[in-house]
């Protein structure tokens, strides 16, 4: 006896809510994904200012030393 058209619909509702659900899952994942990504873009954001900070702290204090043995190469 072959199968009844009740039987065929219970298997694609059954299908159909087993896809429902691995799209919610995907979904869910997809949004931690994109959470996680935003959290590491906004430190490296303050990685790249700290580090241009420090490297602006290095120029000014060569500049300062290459000031002081400049006016002590000019007093001599």
Same mark, same amino acid.
């Given at each position: 006896m072959p199968p009844?058209? /009740? %039987?065929?619909?219970? #298997?694609?509702? %059954?299908? =159909?809510s087993e896809m429902s659900q691995l799209r /919610? &899952?995907?979904d869910a994942e997809f949004w931690l994904v994109e959470s996680k990504l935003m959290d590491l873009k906004d430190r490296v @954001?303050? &990685? /790249? %200012? @700290? #580090?241009a900070r420090g490297v602006l &702290? &290095? =120029?000014?204090?060569l500049a300062? =030393? =290459?000031m002081t043995l400049a006016q002590d190469f000019l007093r001599q």
């Amino acid at each position: 006896m072959p199968p009844s058209a /009740e %039987t065929y619909e219970g #298997i694609v509702m %059954t299908e =159909v809510s087993e896809m429902s659900q691995l799209r /919610e &899952l995907h979904d869910a994942e997809f949004w931690l994904v994109e959470s996680k990504l935003m959290d590491l873009k906004d430190r490296v @954001t303050r &990685l /790249e %200012t @700290t #580090i241009a900070r420090g490297v602006l &702290l &290095l =120029v000014a204090n060569l500049a300062g =030393v =290459v000031m002081t043995l400049a006016q002590d190469f000019l007093r001599q």
